[in-house]
DNA sequence: CGAAATTTTGATCACGTTCAACTTCAGTGG
DNA sequence: CCACTGAAGTTGAACGTGATCAAAATTTCG
């Protein structure tokens, strides 16, 4: 069994959150996404990372059952979150990736209620909950970003629920790499019509409740219909206009924390 | 085509979140579950609310596709968050009870991304996001209360995705009914092993991804194994441990917030 | 290089969909 | 009061999709 969390004493600590964190770091990207933040919040968020922490290709980051509470910043690398059933089957319910948070939802209940499993090399920046926290309620902002990513998700996990349960497997299929290609897109390692899946055919298939042996086929009816072009694991769209609409993917936006006016000044509105 | 949003000049204002409002309002015992409310912190949660609105059975609440800017706190009466695929098939993505909140996720995102239904009619507490997030930013822990809520959505949807996946029709159906009954009972309107099911066989399939027929089938099943009695839209869990092993069902307990301690003494810690 | 992981292809079959008919029941108006 | 309507639940027969199992081809990696 593979151990159970990050121990933050394995490593020293390196430089966390460099000055030029504001452009680099695909988390402070997301987060600038929702919110503004001033050098004072990009130094009250340094402050509660605790570590910098490397993790291994296949380790699990978090176990199913168990008490996890750090947040976990993605700084690279991939993972999956995924529950294991008594049938042994597996169910992938969303993918990492640079940016996300390893620990929403999971440390934020009292035990874990999946796995996740880092599918590549990565590299983690580690904060405990309680830390995170506090800098919450000292500054709000970071609350209401926390809340905009939590809202994000969940509209993802919508997302998976709606392919899984009622769309066709090529749609289901195309949904998928379109929401891999916006997301990797939106975090600007990713070109307009064009990324490398970090995924291999068993993961998409645990993702999309479908066999392996079926998502090779219907990947190749992807590649035959003209709608995507696969060299290795670089996947292109021709067209994606055409296969956003086939798949009716539209990306979800989650816009900007409304900005942080007086009270007194809004009830006069 | 129904009605886009909620006109909340329709209706004189009612008493909004009534003195009691402690003990009775289901959204306001969620929210206790995750924070301390102080009386103050009442009346502030009580200023922000704008209308109460009741709303007729079939209506839909949230349309696909539009934007809509309100958070409904559902005091009672119940919902559906689906969507229409193009192929005239529709995903229900999740249920929406007394204590939930419309709007979460759609009102965070540019255009909602789901409809929203009213399966019976309900009475709705209708505020702004804006105003909500002003009073996020004056008392952070409404806004971590908030992430908590939108936390236990995510969860919830993960466990969707997880029976559409891959359990089969009989744990998938158990899990929900499961789910539902939990979910009723932290509110208060369940009894420790049984319930009223507000739902038609065609909304359960819409959520499972099964067909009329087959829900209709696994619904004998259960029946006939003993796991669950059924009188009327009244379900009983004749042994709920045992029914509860075999869907695995956890219920997600998203713990309490931690407490709002001073940066300083908590860095002694 | 050898071993393991991943991708690809084929044959068979079970499960769950589809379609259709029928029942029951609540609500409504003649 | 009864006929009519529409929603919800129930049952059966036929079909097709995607799972399963197996094996080979290919790639990756130690």
Redesign the interface.
Known sequence: MPSLSLRTTDLPVRPLLPKEAGNSDPFVKRLQNHVSLTPSDFDALRAVIESEQPVKKRRDLVLD?YEFCKLCFVKDGYAA?Y?L???G???I??FVLPGDVVG??GS????A??SVIAVSDMNLRVCS???F??L???R??F??A???L??????I??????D?????PTERLAHLLLEIHWRLTVIGIASESAFDLPFTQEMLS????LSVPHVNRTLSRLKAEGMICVDERHITFPDLRAIRLFA?F?P????R??A??P?RR?QMA
């Open positions: 059952g979150r529950k059933l008594r049938n089957k597996r169910q319910v969303s929403l939802p934020f209940l009292d035990r209620a999946q909950l309680e830390a926290v506090a919450c309620y000292a709000p902002q609350a209401l926390l809340t905009w939590a809202v994000q998700e969940a509209t996990y919508a997302e998976h629920v709606i899984i349960g009622r769309r066709s645990d993702a999309l409740g009716q539209q979800a936006n989650p816009g924390v409304p942080p006016v009270i809004q």
